[in-house]
């Protein structure tokens, strides 16, 4: 059987893989992971406390790495919006455009508020998910 050329033949890296071979199982580990956790257990304890000992005696490398996991950097900033209560999807709206008007006056930035959009879509979401099953249920009973 001939196989029909790739769009991407010429920058493609090596050969692809044969027909019906899907490449790694799922759940397969790297070899390298494997190898180096073989080589860290039962290390764990005694390094960190070997990393600990260094940053008390003033090691800033052996410092930053314990704070590092003390205090990891927060990954997004607290954003300190009033917002309506959210219990209905029709309050989902009233939520929205608070966010937005707090985009304009320059309260949050566009990316803050796209955040907290897709948190309110979840919850809307969520929402409507509740609802149909609510009027499912109410329907077999009806229909019972």
Same mark, same amino acid.
């Given at each position: ?68 996991? @003390?205090? $990891?950097?927060?990954?997004?900033? %607290?954003?300190? !919006?009033?917002?309506? /209560?959210?219990? +209905? ?18 309260? @949050?930035? $566009?990316?803050?508020?796209?955040? %907290?959009?897709? !948190?309110?879509?979840? /919850?809307?979401? +969520? ?18």
């Amino acid at each position: 059987m001939k196989h029909k050329p790739r769009n991407n033949a010429s920058v493609t890296r090596g050969r692809p893989f044969e027909r019906g071979n899907s490449g790694r199982p799922k759940g397969a580990r790297n070899k390298t992971t494997i190898a180096c956790e073989a080589l860290m257990a039962g290390e764990a304890e005694g390094l960190t406390r070997k990393v600990i000992k260094l940053a008390h005696s003033g090691d800033s490398a052996a410092l930053r790495l314990c704070m590092e996991r @003390i205090y $990891p950097v927060r990954k997004g900033s %607290l954003i300190n !919006l009033a917002l309506p /209560k959210v219990d +209905a999807a029709i309050d989902i709206v009233a939520a929205l455009g608070v966010t937005v008007d707090a985009v304009s006056q320059g309260e @949050i930035t $566009p990316d803050e508020a796209s955040a %907290l959009a897709g !948190l309110l879509e979840t /919850k809307r979401k +969520a929402i409507e998910t509740l609802e149909i099953e609510q009027r499912i249920e109410a329907l077999e009973r009806r229909g019972s």
